[in-house]
């Protein structure tokens, strides 16, 4: 089991930054891939980035490519979201999840992310 609580959301202008933190609990931290994911009011929950066990490896999807930025700290049991040059399209309850694989194609399909977090809402004003 992993238990995940985000962090970090809240009311921003356009073009300003927020960085979201995900903190996990149970499982050993390094042995899962994580992922970021967002919905919007009528619309689905979207795969964001996705980070492999080491951060060797990332994933953004083109809506937030060069504006956010996943890591993870193994040693702090916490992955972070830093979002710059937010617009009102990034407007969203934002969430963590845990992938039940720690590498490969597996990390980019949400029906294997398996433990989710509360999310954290995400404002930007235009």
């Known amino acids: 089991q992993v238990q995940l609580v985000e962090s970090g959301g809240g009311l921003v202008q356009a073009g300003g930054s927020l960085k979201l933190s995900c903190a996990a609990s149970?499982?050993?931290?390094?042995?899962?891939?994580m992922g970021w994911f967002r919905q919007a009011p009528g619309k689905e929950r979207e795969l964001i980035s996705t980070?492999?066990?080491?951060?060797?490896?990332?994933y953004y999807a083109d809506s937030v490519k060069g504006r956010f930025t996943i890591s993870r700290d193994n040693a702090r049991d916490t992955v972070y979201l830093q979002m710059n040059s937010l617009t009102p399209e990034d407007t969203a309850v934002y969430y963590c999840?845990?992938?039940?694989?720690?590498?490969?194609?597996?990390?980019?399909?949400?029906?294997?992310?398996?433990?989710w977090g509360q999310g954290t809402q995400v404002t930007v004003s235009s």
């Open positions: 149970g499982r050993t931290f390094s042995t899962y891939a």
């Open positions: 999840a845990a992938n039940i694989y720690s590498s490969g194609a597996g990390i980019y399909q949400i029906k294997n992310y398996a433990w």
């Open positions: 980070i492999n066990w080491s951060g060797g490896g990332t």
